[in-house]
């Protein structure tokens, strides 16, 4: 095991946050109790805004990467012993918490799952955060009483990316008939094989409207926020649910109050950074049954770590199809 390795670290240059590939030392790493060597990480949205010089970092120096797949090397845990496949999504991982975009990882036992037989490293990180949220936003919608029955329609918006393109997968595999949202007709074949009937042009959502439009969705999982997010709440039927995950369109909520006490409509938010462990584990195991390994593959492409900082700018900018697995050894 070599003493030095690749990391992109993010530094503070003249009172903005700039990263760039560094050599770093196994102790430069944290003190946590296991340590990883990653095979794997992700390119997720927030990491692009890290990459590009947003302020995600609330820490400095940080390594990026909000994912990490990989084995463990050294453990001083009862419940992780050297050679354990281990993934970790979140837990502050690129914001307070060294993150994955290394060769090695020192990290709290605490934060460590066990990903499912089914699932390779490098599988595990084509689910990666995105994936791993999009269950949760599914899993939350049916607790809260959605059914596939013949009238479930569930709309998703940023479908083409990576939470949107899970989420369209397991909403279809259950029998729900899914509409997706996007701006990219170019992806509508993509999107069509992984199971959507139908779709609506971003753009149409992204308009203010009124407070109380047609209803149209059973229910939604929204990744965007903003007036996005505030559409498709004036939109959905009586009794429905909205999961929302994601503020891609914006932070603020520009809706009415009038979805809640008139239609009986419920916003259910989808943390995924500090979810509790119960809910990481039945997620994954839920992924496990329920996402087809063709379908997972079809959404996934691996690049190698070489090429983050070309990548970086084009997720933010709604370029990447799917899911962007990065290859840390390459």
């Not at 918490?97 to 460590?112: I, N």
């Not at 709440?233 to 809640?260: I, N, R």
């Not at 809910?279 to 994954?284: D, L, N, P, Q, S």
């Not at 983050?308 to 290859?327: M, N, S, T, W, Y």
Request: proline share 5%; with cysteine; charged share 20%.
């Amino acid at each position: 095991m070599s003493d030095t390795f690749r990391a992109v670290l993010i530094e503070d240059v003249d009172g903005k946050p700039k990263a760039a590939f560094r050599q770093l030392k196994l102790s430069d790493l944290p003190q946590h109790d296991v340590l990883v060597e990653v095979a794997y990480s992700t390119l997720n949205y927030k990491d692009g805004l890290a990459l590009t010089g947003g302020r995600i970092a609330r820490k400095l120096p940080m390594v990026g990467g909000i994912d990490i797949a990989g084995t463990v090397v050294e453990s001083t845990s009862a419940e992780f012993r050297p050679g354990d496949k281990v993934v970790v999504n979140g837990f502050g991982l690129s914001e307070t918490q060294w993150g994955g975009y290394a060769k090695y990882a020192r990290l709290k036992s605490e934060w460590l799952v066990h990903p499912p037989d089914a699932f390779s490293l490098q599988e595990a990180m084509a689910i990666g955060t995105a994936g791993y949220t999009a269950m949760l936003c599914v899993q939350a919608l049916e607790d809260a009483g959605l059914t596939p029955d013949k009238d479930a329609e569930v709309l998703v918006t940023g479908a083409a990316g990576g939470v949107g393109s899970v989420a369209v997968t397991l909403l279809a595999q259950k029998g729900y008939r899914v509409i997706a949202a996007t701006g990219r007709p170019e992806t509508h074949d993509y999107l069509a094989s992984l199971g959507a009937a139908g779709f609506v042009d971003r753009a149409e959502l992204a308009q203010k409207g009124a407070p109380m439009a047609k209803e149209r969705w059973t229910a939604a999982v929204d990744s965007v926020g903003g007036q996005t997010l505030a559409t498709v709440l004036s939109q959905v039927k009586y009794g429905g649910w909205v999961a929302a995950c994601g503020l891609a369109g914006g932070t603020d909520l520009p809706a009415s109050v009038f979805p809640f006490i008139l239609r009986n409509v419920s916003l259910l938010g989808i943390d995924s950074v500090m979810a509790p462990m119960h809910r990481r584990k039945r997620a994954w195991w839920q992924l496990a049954k329920d996402l087809p390994k063709d379908k997972l593959a079809a959404m996934a492409e691996v690049h190698p770590l070489s090429e983050i900082f070309e990548l970086a700018p084009k997720i933010l900018a709604g370029q990447v199809r799917g899911r962007a697995v990065i290859d840390i050894n390459a």
